[in-house]
């Protein structure tokens, strides 16, 4: 089975450093995303990890650990815009196709001024 | 502009009238799936398709019915819609390897009454 935890909501200031977690116990593992989804609107792919250690792209940063099923997106100097909802997602091969991917349910990230 | 375009933004609908979700991207991608979003639970995948002519199943795909006769168009059929089928319906393609992002349309909101 698979199963992808996330806090559900978090809340951060403006300028402030913000850390979202995403554990996973799925049969198999070929990569990690991260999307972005503003209420009402589509998620947008955020950031992809397959190998262990951290990925930064600008403000944005996601790390993997495959041995302890663990993931975080770091979020650097927040901006109001940030308030969203950060999807953790997991592909698993063994689940019937290479290319399949299991969302987690979000975590909404409130940013106060 | 490289896009994935749904068609209608919002729907409502009575019990049992078939209805089409249409779903089209210009990207020239393989791989095109349907998720559904609900509160608290995320996205869920109903139907898949790797290329034309070669669609399957999800973890939700109960009341739907997809084809893939075009690689360009994968619509969303639902023959008989019962209210528990109101949700928010997001199509997606990718590339197809395995670090390939998916991306999004804008979603359509279906409400069956």
């Known amino acids: 089975g698979q199963n992808i935890d996330q806090p559900t909501e978090m809340t951060a200031t403006e300028g402030a450093i913000v850390q979202i977690n995403c554990t996973y116990q799925?049969?198999?593992?070929?990569?990690l995303f991260w999307y972005q989804q503003h209420a009402g609107e589509a998620p947008t792919f955020l950031s992809y990890n397959v190998l262990d250690g951290l990925e930064e792209k600008g403000r944005f940063s996601s790390f993997l650990s495959r041995s302890k099923g663990y993931s975080y997106l770091l979020l650097k100097e927040l901006q109001m815009k940030d308030s969203a909802s950060y999807l953790c997602?997991?592909?698993?091969?063994?689940?019937?196709?290479?290319?399949?991917?299991?969302f987690g349910s979000g975590t909404q990230l409130t940013v106060l001024p | 502009e490289a896009q994935v375009t749904q068609n209608p933004r919002y729907l409502i609908t009575v019990t049992g009238k078939k209805l089409t979700v249409t779903c089209s991207q210009n990207?020239?991608?393989?791989?095109m799936s349907w998720y559904r979003q609900d509160p608290g639970l995320g996205l869920r995948q109903i139907y898949y398709s790797m290329n034309v002519e070669v669609t399957d199943k999800g973890d939700v795909p109960e009341g739907y019915k997809v084809s893939r006769k075009e690689k360009r168009n994968f619509p969303l059929i639902l023959e008989s819609p019962s209210p528990n089928q109101t949700s928010l319906y997001f199509c997606?393609?990718?590339?197809?390897?395995?670090?390939?992002?998916?991306?999004f349309g804008n979603g359509t909101r279906l409400t069956v009454t």
């Open positions: 997606a393609s990718s590339l197809g390897g395995p670090n390939s992002p998916l991306h």
């Open positions: 990207m020239n991608h393989e791989y």
């Open positions: 799925t049969s198999g593992f070929n990569g």
């Open positions: 997602a997991v592909r698993d091969p063994s689940s019937g196709s290479a290319r399949q991917l299991t």
